[in-house]
């Protein structure tokens, strides 16, 4: 009986059909990325939940109280607070102009869009901040009434999102300068479908706790 060929002598082609694969190219390991927008879409959804629940109860304290707001209360700026609605939707207009401009691969565009996207969302929440003050200053407090408690619960909740939006849009474009992106841009498309979620939610809550 003649003695086995050692595997390590074989040809290539010899040696792979010993071992069984077939003489055929060894599998490929692949591995799917996982779009962010779909977390994205359904930390959306329990945002969406949670505004509903503070408007369900602004509704129902407004339905339940003799006059709405209370008589004893300073009223809200709604003229001041509607410009500043235009401010903050024209961010979403730049921020989608930064995604266009990063499609485009044009760096230095995208970072551009994106800085003007931050100071019009700060500009918003620097604005909105005054309006509190003043009135804090005319009496209108979280423990003054249930219209202020609510006012503050969720015009707050709203102000709290953009300003960690906007600390992530920091980061965000400090990777785009890098070019962190330029290659795969499905991170700051799921940040604009996060952001263009917060600013079409404050034209909403807009008119429901300044013009309702």
Do not use: C
Not at 49 to 72: C, E, N, T, Y
């Amino acid at each position: 009986m003649a003695a086995a060929t050692p595997l390590h002598s074989l040809p290539g082609p010899e040696r792979r059909l010993a071992l069984g694969d077939g003489g055929g190219p060894g599998p490929v390991e692949t591995r799917k990325k996982v779009d962010p927008a779909l977390g994205v879409l359904i930390f959306i959804a329990s945002e969406v939940m949670m505004f509903a629940g503070l408007i369900s109860s602004l509704m129902v304290a407004r339905a339940s109280a003799p006059f709405w707001p209370p008589a004893d209360q300073p009223r809200l700026p709604v003229a001041r607070t509607g410009f500043n609605t235009l401010i903050f939707i024209a961010s979403a207009l730049t921020m989608r102009r930064a995604l266009q401009s990063l499609r485009a691969r044009d760096r230095a565009a995208a970072v551009r869009w994106m800085i003007a996207t931050s100071a019009l969302g700060a500009a918003f929440l620097a604005l909105q901040g005054a309006e509190w003050l003043r009135l804090l200053s005319f009496g209108l407090t979280m423990t003054s009434s249930i219209y202020g408690g609510l006012f503050y619960l969720i015009v707050g909740a709203h102000g709290i999102h953009v300003a960690v939006a906007l600390a992530v849009l920091g980061l965000i474009t400090v990777r785009v300068g890098r070019g962190r992106y330029d290659s795969d841009w499905r991170g700051v498309s799921a940040y604009l479908l996060y952001w263009t979620f917060v600013v079409i939610l404050w034209p909403i809550l807009y008119v429901l706790v300044y013009l309702a």
